[in-house]
């Protein structure tokens, strides 16, 4: 796997795109300081299930990398927002959820957007039974308080709620 823990600060060809265990899929990344566009291979995996295993990303600058120089590894930490490439998973797994609106502020960020908690289980108590490093949100909206060109919207964004490099702020809205 491409996966891999935080062992070095050298990047590595990925080994999945090796062999065709199936096409890279693109992301986006937005840091404290900017904007990472890029290919991943995510082997069948959902993007959020890999961030909160793994401290490192392995990203390929083009969709079809033809050297090692064309991947670079960028940390978890450093990772405020992603957005993850289009994923369906099959109706038949999944488990009932309650929506509620949040907005979140992460360094200069500003997201408003749907998360799905499991009913009878705030947003609070989520995130502090959880160990997970990326919430999952819908229908999100991402302004910047630093760059007011942006103004995005994503059927899908995860937010880094355990980074050390920004500090966050989260609210329910009505």
Same mark, same amino acid.
């Given at each position: ?43 069948? @995996? ?9 401290? /490192? ?12 120089? #064309? ?6 930490? #450093? ?10 998973? #099959? ?8 929506? @509620? ?30 160990? @997970?490093?990326? /919430? ?29 490099? @920004? ?8």
């Amino acid at each position: 796997m491409f996966w891999r823990r935080k062992s070095s600060n050298e990047a590595r060809e990925p080994a999945a795109t090796l062999g065709g265990m199936g096409g890279l899929a693109p992301v986006r990344i937005l840091t404290a300081d900017s904007t990472i566009e890029g290919w991943i291979n995510l082997a069948g @995996q959902r993007l959020s299930d890999v961030l909160n295993l793994e401290e /490192l990303l392995s990203v390929s600058r083009t969709p079809i990398p033809s050297t090692p120089r #064309d991947w670079f590894v960028t940390e978890r930490d #450093d990772m405020l927002l992603v957005v993850p490439p289009p994923h369906h998973s #099959d109706r038949a797994v999944r488990l009932h959820r309650v929506k @509620q609106r949040i907005r979140v502020v992460s360094g200069h960020y500003v997201v408003r957007g749907t998360v799905h908690l499991v009913a009878g289980i705030g947003l609070d108590a989520f995130l502090a039974r959880s160990r @997970q490093h990326f /919430l999952p949100m819908t229908e999100a909206r991402v302004t910047s308080t630093e760059r007011p060109e942006l103004d995005e919207e994503h059927p899908a964004l995860l937010v880094n709620v355990r980074s050390t490099a @920004q500090r966050l702020k989260l609210e329910t809205l009505d």
